[in-house]
């Protein structure tokens, strides 16, 4: 029999290749994977923080006089309205660019902002 030496090595040469393209997808994948980890635990710490202040006395005292501000018609010259809205808006800005996962920032605080204390 006549081996093709050549044609042999081509062989393994293409089949090391895909297996280095796989080995690089695999990586990509795990890389990707850890990297969405990290964001949803950032985003957990952040939005734990952001409950806290929430509920705070701080939070509260700013909740209640911008509702009274409002009730009483002067909201839209109220400094505790626009705090309020403020933090809000930046919850908001930091979904958008993807600094915060969009469905932590719901399951964390909807229940906050639904229900409020």
Known sequence: MNWNWNVIA??????AAVVACFAVAVAIWAAMRQAAMARAQTSLNFVSKLE??????????????????ILEGTGL?????????????RIGLLVETGA???EVVWSELSSSTVFPS
């Open 10 to 15: 081509n062989i393994g040469t293409t089949v």
């Open 52 to 69: 806290d202040d929430w509920f705070s006395a701080t939070g509260q005292q700013l909740r209640a006089r911008a509702a009274k501000d």
């Open 77 to 89: 010259d109220s400094k505790a309205v626009y705090e309020l809205l403020l933090r809000l808006e």
């Open 100 to 102: 915060l996962d969009r």
